[in-house]
């Protein structure tokens, strides 16, 4: 009878705590509201944040980041599903094009498109935009980023420029 009753005690406490540590709660930021799982303050679990212009991200979430599987609905009704790194969901045009949406409750969101580089740096992506014939170009940075890449594959560093897929 007494380690029963130990070990309703301990099933209590147990639950007790796991049930304050996870709750559903809205929290607010400079770009976004959160609705959700929150833990020790922070957006964490599963919830949906609702930007400025409208567009919703359902998933999930980790210390006030979006990360996981989750669903984006731009401000158009336009809808990206899929696994979400660190705020950013990296979707394929062609195999040298993609389209980058970052997703930042701070700040909020960015829509970029990044090149895939030649010859030794086809590993490496640089940002572009559309120009006037719709042709995809590299933007003064994606040029910078490139040119610094090149320079440190020349030289055999490796250098970190531009970003991996």
């Not at 400025?52 to 979430?61: C, L």
């Not at 006030?64 to 609905?73: D, E, L, S, V």
Request: include cysteine; proline fraction near 1%.
């Amino acid at each position: 009878m007494r380690s029963l009753k130990f070990l309703v005690i301990t099933f209590v406490i147990i639950f007790s705590s796991l049930t304050s540590i996870t709750k559903a709660e809205s929290l607010k930021f400079a770009s976004a509201t959160y609705e959700g799982d929150v833990k020790n303050g922070k957006a964490s679990g599963v919830g949906i944040f609702t930007f400025s212009d409208g567009s919703t991200y359902e998933g999930k979430v980790k210390k006030n980041k979006i990360h996981g599987k989750g669903k984006y609905t731009d401000s158009n009704g336009n809808v990206y599903e899929g696994k979400f790194r660190f705020g950013s969901f990296k979707s394929k045009i062609d195999k040298k094009t993609r389209n980058v949406i970052k997703l930042k409750p701070k700040t909020g969101i960015q829509n970029v498109f990044e090149i895939r580089g030649t010859a030794s740096l086809t590993a490496k992506w640089f940002e572009a935009e559309k120009d006037s014939s719709g042709k995809f170009v590299l933007t003064d940075k994606g040029k910078r980023d490139m040119a610094a890449a090149e320079a440190a594959a020349s030289s055999g560093t490796g250098g970190s420029s531009g970003s991996s897929c």
